[in-house]
């Protein structure tokens, strides 16, 4: 009777395109666990030779800097390129490590070390880019290199997700901040970074002043808490930067001012932006190794860009937070029209949407998620219209939904919060967010102000 | 909110199960999640900064019953203020957590009764007040004394608390819980969770007692 909702697979080769080309950026372990089915050993150690060769080959001989990047200074140091970077961070860990853990165990899922979360998964086993990668970076190379960006096209280009080596260009394009017009790219970035240090000038001082007293304490209490666990953030540089970002942006914003959680929706960006400049991890990178130019470019496009993102859900800040109200709601219904059993099986044992979804909603899935796979699902979302906040919603419905069977399995009301609050993600990779977005994209073409004669 | 009555005498009769809520209020950045965390998991970790709530639970057995507590540890920022009624609601017991180092949480855990008592009545809810951080002895801005004083004029459960260095953590929680079995004795016979039994003048409050 009712069809599962979760039938990924089959909605994969019922659909052509958004899937198809979804596939192709499962990068780094798609290519190792979707073949895991069939791989044998004696393969496996064929390809960690080749991995091992192509990678000694790739340190040899660096490939130049992407051109995609005129946009950017470049007067710090080489800017290496990306696809390089993911392949030498630690090298002698790369060198080492992959190619035994594929020979040995074959783990279905390598285990990730926390600090690793940051960059895209698994790059130093990072096979070397297949074919179709390589034709969809030069791809992206000639949309972003073009005298107007086709800005459509980027979007349909990103939505199955951007390749790092491109990704900070793309985000600058993709959120409004840069112009499609290659010329006034230079210029506009330079005003804009212009006019964000002219806020700080302007404004920061006033941050011990008493009406914006209690604005900064919080931020300044909240800076250190967030993402305690990696090195990146625990420096005083990185983290004077995160506080003038949120400092300006909540003074700019009277009517949200600072809440909790936004203070997470900076860290995407600033990670992205910086990984232009770093060819290790960035999650280790001392950032005083970068000029004081760079550092600063990297802050004002990571304030404006979270500007743009925040304009696009300021509801969810405002007083009595009525976007994320609205969207735990509007989450529930969904979720009844689409999965009554677990929908039933929530209200049989009292547990409330809000008492799981409100972090969902105020933290976009960043608690829920490793930083990676957020940064991935932003792809998607800056090229969704309003992927911040519609989208999102059918990407929470299809998360929840992930876990159907895990829910089911819960009989009492404490199982399913403890199961709600820390739902197993830390191994998710690009693949797994591929999946989750190639349903959320069904839900929404299937369930969006659809009748209710969807009810199953 | 309740979700089911005590499942009390599933097995023997004379060992019920309560079910009791605890909501943990405070300002921000006062440890209301490490002592959670210590409580639960005896450990203390930096912990990021709370949205919405985060929920726990406990089994504790008591030699008379067993008591399971839903510990729901809740944001501090007081832009959640909103939602965070929502949480408290049906709440049995509430920790309320200030800094020691920090005189103006001990107010805002103040602002904080006086909310409570305005969504329950008198003896429908166990209180403590839980001053926190007793490790930064050398920071201390609000003395013992005045803590306790307060919690004694207001019939509140008082203790003086470290997540961190783990002072005194389990014998809050288990003081609430103590009282809340006691109570549950006073408004026999058959408690329910969740039930509100009528609170008569018979029912003298348990004064403040020292952890």
Not at chain 1, 292 to 310: G, H, P, T, Y
Not at chain 1, 326 to 333: D, H, I, P, R
Not at chain 1, 400 to 420: H, S, T, V, Y
Not at chain 2, 28 to 57: H, I, W
Request: glycine share 4%; net charge negative.
């Amino acid at each position: 009777k009712s069809k599962k909702a979760s039938s990924f697979h089959e909605f994969a080769r019922n659909t052509s395109d958004a899937w198809d080309i979804g596939d192709d950026e499962d990068e780094d372990f798609s290519s190792s666990s979707s073949s895991l089915q069939t791989l044998n050993s004696k393969v496996a150690k064929a390809t960690a030779a080749q991995v091992l060769e192509n990678h000694s080959k790739l340190r040899a001989k660096p490939e130049r800097a992407p051109s995609a990047f005129s946009d950017v200074p470049t007067n710090c140091k080489v800017i290496k390129s990306s696809s390089e970077a993911q392949l030498s961070r630690t090298a002698e860990e790369a060198c080492v490590r992959t190619p035994l853990q594929k020979q040995q165990s074959l783990p279905l899922r390598p285990v990730i070390p926390l600090v690793a979360r940051i960059s895209d998964q698994n790059a130093s086993g990072a096979p070397p880019m297949t074919v179709r990668e390589k034709t969809r970076l030069e791809k992206f190379r000639q949309l972003l290199s073009s005298h107007n960006t086709d800005l459509d096209e980027l979007r349909k280009c990103s939505w199955p997700g951007v390749p790092r080596e491109v990704r900070p260009v793309t985000w600058r394009l993709l959120s409004g901040y840069l112009p499609a017009n290659m010329e006034r790219r230079k210029l506009t970035l330079q005003r804009k970074r212009e006019e964000y240090f002219g806020f700080i000038q302007q404004y920061y001082d006033s941050r011990n002043e008493e009406h914006h007293q209690d604005t900064y304490r919080q931020i300044h209490i909240d800076i250190p808490r967030t993402n305690p666990l990696i090195p990146l953030f625990q420096q005083p540089l990185v983290q004077e930067i995160f506080e003038r970002i949120l400092f300006i942006w909540a003074i700019r914003h009277p009517a949200s001012g600072y809440v909790q959680g936004i203070n997470d929706l900076v860290t995407p960006f600033f990670v992205v932006f910086l990984s232009e400049y770093v060819e290790e991890d960035v999650e280790n990178f001392d950032v005083t190794n970068l000029s004081q130019d760079v550092l600063r470019s990297i802050e004002a496009d990571s304030f404006w860009c979270m500007s743009k993102l925040l304009d696009g859900i300021q509801d969810n800040y405002t007083f009595a937070q009525p976007g994320i109200q609205k969207k735990v709601k509007a989450l529930e219904e969904l979720v009844s029209r689409i999965d009554e059993q677990v929908h039933n099986h929530f209200r049989k044992y009292e547990v409330e949407y809000l008492q799981f979804a409100f972090r969902w909603m105020n933290n976009l899935l960043m608690r829920e998620l490793p930083l990676r796979c957020t940064i991935r699902l932003w792809d998607t979302y800056q090229s969704e219209p309003e992927g911040f906040s519609h989208f999102h919603l059918y990407v929470c419905a299809a998360f929840l939904i992930k876990w159907r069977k895990e829910i089911l399995d819960e009989e009492d009301f404490q199982g399913l919060l403890m199961l709600l609050q820390n739902l197993p993600t830390i191994h998710w990779g690009n693949e797994e967010i591929g999946l989750l977005l190639a349903e959320a994209y069904r839900l929404k073409y299937m369930f969006a102000d659809a009748p209710n004669h969807y009810r199953r | 909110m309740a979700q089911e009555g005590a499942a009390g005498g599933s097995l023997e009769r004379h060992c019920p199960t309560y079910i009791y809520k605890v909501v943990l209020l405070g300002s921000t950045a006062v440890g209301k999640s490490s002592l959670a965390y210590r409580y639960m998991k005896n450990d203390f970790q930096e912990s990021l900064p709370t949205v919405g709530c985060s929920f726990f639970t406990k089994i504790l057995r008591m030699e008379s019953a067993t008591v399971k507590l839903e510990i729901w540890d809740t944001a501090g920022q007081e832009k959640y203020h909103s939602v965070c009624h929502l949480y408290y609601r049906g709440a049995h017991a509430a920790l309320l957590v200030y800094d020691i180092t920090n005189k103006e949480t001990l107010g805002r855990a103040k602002q904080w009764l006086k909310e409570l008592e305005k969504e329950f009545l008198h003896d429908e809810i166990v209180i403590a007040l839980v001053g926190n951080k007793t490790d930064l002895a050398e920071e201390r801005e609000v003395p013992t004394e005045e803590g306790e004083e307060f919690a004694r004029s207001r019939s509140l459960l008082f203790a003086e608390t470290s997540a961190k260095s783990n002072h005194q953590v389990k014998d809050v929680f288990m003081a609430v819980a103590l009282q809340l079995l006691q109570r549950e004795a006073e408004t026999a016979p058959a408690p329910r969770r969740g039930q509100h039994v009528d609170l008569g003048a018979s029912r003298a409050r348990t004064g403040c007692c020292r952890v």
